[in-house]
T-cell receptor
Framework: DAGITQSPRHKVTETGTPVTLRCHQT?????MYWYRQDPGHGLRLIHY???????DKGEVSDGYSVSRSKTEDFLLTLESATSSQTSVYFC???????????FGQGTRLTVV | GNSVTQMEGPVTLSEEAFLTINCTYT??????LFWYVQYPGEGLQLPLK?????DKGSNKGFEATYRKETTSFHLEKGSVQVSDSAVYFC???????????FGKGTKLTVNP
């Protein structure tokens, strides 16, 4: 299994609070991604990173920010959580020239 | 833009039945194509991939052939098992983008 760890695995938070999800990899892969998975939508890309301090938006980036200060860590922040952000969040990694991505176990976030 | 369309689920089969899950794509150029599988409570795993036209990906009895003329990458298995019950995602990576675009997923249930 690819060395990729998400934390926390489960979280319940209140509307309006900030939340940070962490993705940690031990593979030294260049690319890291955050997806959210919702019924009827499959996986949708929130943000991705192509290197330290290099990030870009995906298709559903509103309400989310990311940071990557080290190769191994990619943080996803919900500045002010809303109920529409209740979802399962997956981190993925891939290396340059390697076309497939490897996924973490997911974080189930519930905003009440 | 790039997109993936896969057959709506859920799909319910009896053990040893033949499986087909349709996937078609829209993309410019020559994307790489993938099938990912998600078992309950887990992240996504990569069952198979194909990186150019007419390639056949295969893994544990699953097969899919990259058909550029029909822009398709249908997943097939000759004899499904109960353990194949999962959600299956078709995905593409547009050459050089290092980003995956997913279909909405097809839930497969195999009954004994």
């Amino acid at each position: 299994d690819a060395g990729i760890t998400q934390s926390p695995r489960h979280k319940v938070t209140e509307t309006g609070t900030p939340v940070t999800l962490r993705c940690h990899q031990t593979e030294n892969h260049r690319y890291m991604y955050w997806y959210r998975q919702d019924p009827g939508h499959g996986l949708r890309l929130i943000h991705y990173s192509y290197g330290v301090k290099d990030t870009d938006k995906g298709e559903v980036s509103d309400g989310y920010s990311v940071s990557r200060s080290k190769t191994e860590d990619f943080l996803l922040t919900l500045e002010s959580a809303t109920s529409s952000q209740t979802s399962v969040y997956f981190c993925a990694i891939s290396g340059q020239g390697v076309t497939e991505a490897f996924f973490g176990q997911g974080t189930r976030l519930t905003v009440v | 833009g790039n997109s993936v369309t896969q057959m709506e689920g859920p799909v319910t089969l009896s053990e040893e039945a033949f499986l087909t899950i349709n996937c078609t794509y829209t993309a410019t150029g020559y994307p790489s194509l993938f099938w990912y599988v998600q078992y309950p409570g887990e992240g996504l795993q990569l069952p198979l991939k194909a990186t150019k036209a007419d390639d056949k990906g295969s893994n544990k009895g699953f097969e899919a052939t990259y058909r550029k003329e029909t822009t398709s990458f249908h997943l097939e298995k000759g004899s499904v098992q109960v353990s194949d019950s999962a959600v299956y995602f078709c995905a593409l990576e547009q050459g050089g983008s290092e980003k995956l675009v997913f279909g909405k997923g097809t839930k497969l249930t195999v009954n004994p």
